[in-house]
């Protein structure tokens, strides 16, 4: 499979809503405005097809009202797609239907062992040629250490200790293989150490701004695309050449999401160092990758 532009999965919420509740964020008492959440996705849409991307869409399913956080779906691995294995219960329907949906569009689909906790690039995140997974929460480091080992490359757990940055989507945005943004205060001390020695810059977001969920960006080369109020982000942005651009997403943080949250790169993220070796060559040649020692 090739793609010669960046390519994103994105579910239209025609059945998203609050419908259990599985992380702080969530509420059944504070439902979500369904109409305002399909313009504020639909905006989303808009403007990232306006940055050249080229979004494909999966069909929504009533009763599965997360399938529109794509990111969840699975990580993405040259031609194949790691599938999700949730936490929850209540999550765990989306599986078969991400799985349909990469078979059709020509994805080798793998499926962990079971017993294993995976929640897909919600919580593994390729930062060069290392793979940054969060875990504790939803996803387990024997499910990181058995992905890692199919790619073969080195893993990197970071423990998450705050619920509502459930997902490392929530509080850790790779930009590029040497610079990432973060809010460290969702990692323990160690996570928070070894990010500060495998990372040359780390663009630091306060709490006010991380409550809106400005680590849930999505990069598309010098554009990176986020939710609205985080000024001090965007200002950062600019500040090393980039350029942000927000749009409103809160209906979409009542669950727990953002931006990243919405999105899945087919093409990989532009951070992963194996993205620059993608090639419809390597790709009918399997995953074969140089192997790289696990820390």
């Known amino acids: 499979m090739a793609f010669d532009r960046p390519t994103i999965l994105m579910c239209p ?3 998203y809503g609050i419908e259990y509740e599985i992380n702080p964020w969530m ?3 504070r439902s979500s405005d369904s109409t305002l959440a399909g313009e504020q996705w639909q905006a989303l849409h808009d403007l990232l097809i306006s940055l050249n991307a080229d979004v494909r869409l999966m069909t929504p399913v009533k009763g599965l009202p997360d399938l529109v956080f794509t990111a969840n779906a699975g990580l993405i691995h040259r031609s194949s797609a790691y599938l999700s294995r949730f936490r929850h219960p209540a999550r765990q329907g989306e599986t078969s239907r991400d799985e ?3 078979a059709a569009n020509g994805f080798r689909c793998v499926t962990l062992p079971e017993g294993m906790n995976f929640e897909g690039a919600g919580d593994a995140l390729f930062v060069g040629d290392t793979l940054f997974s969060g875990y504790a929460i939803r996803s387990d480091v024997p499910a990181m250490e058995w992905v890692a080992g199919e790619v073969r490359c080195r893993v990197i757990p970071l423990q998450l200790v705050d619920q509502r940055f459930y997902h490392l989507d929530t509080c850790f945005c790779p930009l590029r293989s040497t610079e990432v ?3 460290l205060a969702a990692f323990d001390d160690y996570a928070q150490k070894v990010i500060k020695e495998h990372i040359e810059t780390i663009i630091q977001v306060a709490d006010e701004e991380a409550i809106r969920f400005a680590c849930n960006a ?3 080369g010098e554009h990176v695309v986020l939710n609205t109020g985080c000024p001090n982000l965007e200002s950062d942005l600019r500040d090393l050449g980039y350029e942000p651009h927000a749009t409103p997403l809160d209906e979409f943080i009542k669950a727990g999401g953002s931006a990243k949250c919405l999105t899945l790169r087919l093409d990989g993220e532009d951070s992963a160092a194996w993205r620059k070796e993608f090639s419809p060559k390597a790709c009918q040649s399997g995953d074969g990758f140089t192997a790289i ?3």
């Open 13 to 15: 919420p025609d059945f």
């Open 27 to 29: 509420s059944r008492s």
């Open 293 to 295: 020692e696990n820390i």
């Open 181 to 183: 943004i973060a809010y």
């Open 100 to 102: 349909e949906w990469f």
């Open 218 to 220: 999505v990069v598309l």
